[in-house]
């Protein structure tokens, strides 16, 4: 008896020792910038408790979760910077910082148009097998390909309608021409 009221209070002082063994750290990751339109590390190992701060350079990037299936589509509930417009002389770039609360993967990617399907990907703790960030990073640049040829197929339309319209100018002009040569 005596001994198990002694180890208690032991084991009460024990704990806060092996909580401050780990000092949670700040992975510091540079969004677009020189290295272009990539996150700077693009993959961060992070302990629970650890902090990921973006550092956002020129132009008007965002950092914000999805998920391995949809690497461009904002995760519904997940994190997001917002735009952050940075000018190209700007002698300060905004930041922006998540807390890491687990282990698990975070998949992320930047709004902006073009961005992600040209490989503006990131994460914390992505698996070293099965969906690895190579695998996101490949599903995000695929995407590419179908934005092209949605694209594409929009733009059909457009060209359409505007030879209908030549079309339509001419035969109105030539219409003209042959009342005004009828009329003289
Ligand atoms: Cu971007």
Redesign the pocket.
């Known amino acids: 008896m005596l001994f198990t009221t002694l180890l208690a209070p032991l084991a009460l002082l024990a704990l806060p020792f092996t909580e401050a063994k780990y000092r949670s750290k700040t992975h510091e990751v540079v969004?677009?910038g020189a290295a272009g339109?990539v996150y700077t590390p693009n993959v961060v190992y992070a302990q629970p408790g650890d902090y990921v701060r973006f550092h956002f350079q020129f132009?008007n990037?965002?950092v914000t979760q999805s998920s391995f299936d949809y690497p461009c589509t904002p995760l519904k509930g997940g994190f997001t910077s917002g735009f952050k417009p940075v000018a190209p002389d700007a002698k300060k770039s905004p930041t922006f910082k998540i807390k890491v609360h687990d282990t698990n993967v975070i998949w992320a990617h930047?709004e902006?148009v073009d961005?992600c399907p040209s490989g503006?990907v990131f994460a914390v703790n992505p698996p070293r097998r099965g969906n690895t960030f190579w695998k996101f990073l490949q599903k995000a640049k695929a995407l590419a390909y179908d934005d092209y040829r949605k694209r594409s197929e929009i733009d059909e339309e457009p060209e359409e309608v505007s030879d209908i319209e030549e079309r339509d100018i001419n035969s109105r002009i030539t219409g003209k021409a042959v009342d005004s040569e009828s009329e003289e």
């Open positions: 969004v677009g339109l132009k990037h965002t930047c902006q961005h503006m």
